[in-house]
T-cell receptor
Framework: GAVVSQHPSWVICKSGTSVKIECRSLDFQATTMFWYRQFPKQSLMLMATSNEGSKATYEQGVEKDKFLINHASLTLSTLTVTSAHPEDSSFYIC?????????????FGAGTRLSVL | AQTVTQSQPEMSVQEAETVTLSCTYDTSESDYYLFWYKQPPSRQMILVIRQEAYKQQNATENRFSVNFQKAAKSFSLKISDSQLGDAAMYFCAYRSPGTASKLTFGTGTRLQVTL
């Protein structure tokens, strides 16, 4: 099946620093990518929808200046957590919608565990 | 807005037995997609099976099948011949048609597989 690569898988950073997470669709094009946040033992919470070449659409309550999303190509989207604080510690998951399937199928990356000290 | 409900926080099944996970949803749309995703301890989300609402035939993927009841807005997942590797969190998800539409997830069901 299609592969979505997410990097890094785990990052530890100091409070106040910024962290960038990459999401790549390795063998397909994705005009639309999604970023989720998942708290322990909970479901996935959509943070934003990322469309190639345009600004991301953020869900209500998600600070767009804190969670910067860039979708510069059909295979790469990045999430930058700016001025990270301990409350930003979480599991972040990206997902890419396979353009070749008419957008019907969405594949997920393996996630990034962010720990802010 | 659409909602997805998984009423079983945890389920347990013996190896080689069959288990059914429940999912109901609420929508006013007539065309949509339904999915079951599996999240094992590695936390990698894996697509298990999908169903298009316009198709009356229930989807099947090897040991996994669904019982799609459109009128009842029910979409249950049946796992036959359960294996230890099936132990995971299972999420039911709904999506409207359209490239910009979003997945709406249920709260998940944790499946344990015992010997």
């Amino acid at each position: 099946g299609a592969v979505v690569s997410q990097h890094p898988s785990w990052v530890i950073c100091k409070s106040g620093t910024s962290v960038k997470i990459e999401c790549r669709s390795l063998d397909f094009q994705a005009t639309t990518m999604f970023w989720y946040r998942q708290f322990p033992k909970q479901s996935l919470m959509l943070m934003a929808t990322s469309n190639e070449g345009s600004k991301a659409t953020y869900e209500q309550g998600v600070e767009k200046d804190k969670f910067l999303i860039n979708h510069a190509s059909l295979t790469l989207s990045t999430l930058t957590v700016t001025s990270a604080h301990p409350e930003d510690s979480s599991f972040y998951i990206c997902s890419a919608r396979h353009s070749g399937t008419g957008g019907r199928i969405q594949y997920f990356g393996a996630g990034t565990r962010l720990s802010v000290l | 807005a659409q909602t997805v409900t998984q009423s079983q926080p945890e389920m347990s099944v013996q190896e080689a037995e069959t288990v059914t996970l429940s999912c109901t949803y609420d929508t006013s749309e007539s065309d949509y997609y339904l999915f079951w995703y599996k999240q094992p301890p590695s936390r990698q989300m894996i697509l298990v099976i999908r169903q298009e609402a316009y198709k009356q035939q229930n989807a099947t993927e090897n040991r996994f099948s669904v019982n799609f009841q459109k009128a009842a807005k029910s979409f249950s997942l049946k796992i036959s011949d359960s294996q230890l590797g099936d132990a995971a969190m299972y999420f039911c998800a709904y999506r409207s048609p359209g490239t910009a539409s979003k997945l709406t997830f249920g709260t998940g069901t944790r499946l344990q597989v015992t010997l």
